[in-house]
């Protein structure tokens, strides 16, 4: 083939694919961007997006659960619990306790010891115990203030210190509640033992339910323990169990791959906290400042004999039958 052939049949084949192919009109095969076949194609969207506004977790090829749900739409609604019931609800339980107290201190004032102190101490609690209690008092409160400024502080607090100052407290609250959360589960474990003897529910407890404990007037008999301070003890221990299992969950969230259980178990554990500090602000009030003679138990390990005998009259009888006992003994 000669050169002029050549150039002339290379002329002729770009020409022919620079001329437009033949146009298929609606209906000869045109798809109008459709997928070809039975398939939906872009009529599916509407499902597709539906399921993953739902969370409906899809195909992926690595081994991570979460990673197939591209929208977790339970994350919302765990927003709006915890920022709504959560924090509205639990707000209102301890102003309505605080407001409570204040007025059951204003009507009544300080129960005193009845004919004042007879100088005899009885002993109610050993070194042991108090230094259980106090350790897990002391938990108590840091882990509830910190949890509290976690809560609650992004609405006050950087009004009066500042938002840098806000967000060096609120770094702090986290760390601390991260930390010592743990050592709160050991006492836990260790004041149940420490404790679960005499805290099993009597039948003398009935009396001192009807008689609503004295704290209104009269006399309410009761042995080592009342019925309030079991009631408080069987709290504890329950709210202290909630608040340590989802405390683990969500210190170590790869022990469940789950966000909804995270979720789930962050509200409970905001929920059981906010009751747990509810009522411990009416044992602290109660221990420290309502009832004459009451922390001296937990602070020198014993009591004055007419406290006894206001308050646990059946386990002073008990007490001083034993110390007859033993003086006859002798």
């Known amino acids: 083939m000669s050169i002029r052939s050549f150039l002339l049949l290379l002329a002729l084949v770009l020409g022919a694919a620079a001329l437009p192919g033949p146009t298929l009109a609606a209906g000869e095969g045109a798809t109008a961007g459709q997928v070809p076949g039975e398939s939906l194609g872009n009529t599916s969207d509407a499902d597709f997006w539906r399921a993953v506004r739902e969370g409906q977790p899809q195909t992926i090829s690595i081994p991570d659960r979460e990673a197939a749900v591209l929208i977790q739409s339970e994350g919302e609604n765990w927003r709006n619990i915890r920022n709504g019931p959560i924090s509205t609800i639990g707000g209102w339980l301890l102003v309505g306790v605080i407001i409570l107290v204040s007025l059951y201190f204003a009507i009544r004032g300080r129960i005193r010891i009845t004919g004042g102190r007879s100088g005899k101490r009885i002993q109610r609690f050993t070194q042991m115990q108090r230094v259980g209690h106090w350790f897990v008092a002391s938990m108590f ?5 910190s949890g509290l400024v976690l809560l609650y502080g992004r609405y006050g607090l950087p009004y009066l210190i500042g938002k840098d100052g806000f967000a060096t407290l609120a770094s702090a609250s986290l760390q601390a509640h991260n930390l010592f959360g743990p050592l709160f589960i050991a006492s836990i474990v260790v ?21 609503l404990g004295g704290f209104f007037g009269g006399h309410a008999s009761s042995r080592f323990y009342n019925f309030g301070e079991k009631n408080w003890f ?7 169990l909630i608040l340590s299992v989802s405390g683990i969950i969500l210190d170590f969230p790869a022990l469940l791959e789950d966000r909804y259980a995270q979720q789930l178990a962050h509200i409970g554990h905001a929920a059981s906290a906010l009751v747990f500090i509810s009522v411990g602000l009416g044992h602290i009030y109660l221990g420290v400042f309502g009832v004459e003679g009451a922390v001296e138990g937990m602070t020198t390990g014993t009591v004055d004999a007419n406290w006894a005998k206001d308050h646990h009259d059946l386990w002073y009888e008990e007490v001083m039958a034993d110390e007859a006992a033993k003086a006859g003994g002798e």
């Open 234 to 240: 069987w709290m504890s221990m329950s709210l202290g």
């Open 141 to 145: 409160i840091l882990l509830g203030s």
């Open 191 to 211: 004041l149940f033992f420490t404790f679960v003897k005499g805290n099993w529910l009597s039948r003398d407890d009935i009396g001192w339910i009807a008689k």
